[in-house]
T-cell receptor, first 111, second 115 residues
Framework: GNSVTQMEGPVTLSEEAFLTINCTYTATGYPSLFWYVQYPGEGLQLLLKATKADDKGSNKGFEATYRKETTSFHLEKGSVQVSDSAVYFCALLTGANNLFFGTGTRLTVIP | DAGVIQSPRHEVTEMGQEVTLRCKPISGHNSLFWYRQTMMRGLELLIYFNNNVPIDDSGMPEDRFSAKMPNASFSTLKIQPSEPRDSAVYFC?????????????FGPGTRLLVL
């Protein structure tokens, strides 16, 4: 079946620290992979995506590489800011256009 | 370009009342999705439409829930009668399907509280 497993939070970091949020997946076929971000009181925003193995998605200093060999799509950022505080969701999209989400990881960045 | 538009943004109602949530997808998109987000269950797909036709409604919890898409620019999700356990954030998303796996863009959500 299809599923996404995400690092459990919450994660608390100091400003300018390095961020990694782990995400692994199980899928039949060749899914596309996404990271969505949800800021407090808001909806989901697409952060980045990758559609095939070895693709790297990047946006706003965040990066994630689609690793087929380890079935992973870990989110990284070299230097987090207070404004990055949010909940981050890893998701996979199947060929049937079903989007499966992880449970979300809450990130808090303190000054 | 306007994103996905949802209304109302917040809804408080009493148990037993009918609730109607509305969604306007991004212009030109041909697929529309309704999701529900709760603390216990996370994000769940309720139903999705392609070209206004329901394709997969296996996530609809029970007969109290119904969804329609009368045209390409409007969809409703109705709960009748509502129950306290329906309290959640309901998201609408849309995408343009062209034979591949296309990105879904989400609306701001409707926060529903059933008392």
């Amino acid at each position: 079946g299809n599923s996404v497993t995400q690092m459990e939070g919450p994660v608390t970091l100091s400003e300018e620290a390095f961020l990694t949020i782990n995400c692994t997946y199980t899928a039949t076929g060749y899914p596309s992979l996404f990271w969505y971000v949800q800021y407090p009181g808001e909806g989901l925003q697409l952060l980045l995506k990758a559609t095939k193995a070895d693709d790297k998605g990047s946006n706003k200093g965040f990066e994630a590489t689609y690793r087929k060999e380890t079935t992973s799509f870990h989110l990284e950022k070299g230097s987090v800011q207070v404004s990055d505080s949010a909940v981050y969701f890893c998701a996979l999209l199947t060929g049937a256009n079903n989007l499966f989400f992880g449970t979300g990881t809450r990130l808090t960045v303190i000054p | 370009d306007a994103g996905v538009i949802q209304s109302p943004r917040h809804e408080v109602t009493e148990m037993g009342q009918e609730v109607t949530l509305r969604c306007k997808p991004i212009s030109g998109h041909n697929s529309l999705f309704w999701y529900r987000q709760t603390m216990m269950r996370g994000l769940e797909l309720l139903i999705y439409f392609n070209n206004n036709v329901p394709i997969d409604d296996s996530g609809m919890p029970e007969d109290r829930f119904s969804a329609k898409m009368p045209n390409a620019s409007f969809s409703t999700l109705k709960i009748q009668p509502s129950e306290p356990r329906d309290s959640a954030v309901y998201f609408c998303a849309s995408s343009f399907l062209a034979g591949g796996q296309e990105t879904q863009y989400f609306g701001p959500g409707t926060r529903l509280l059933v008392l």
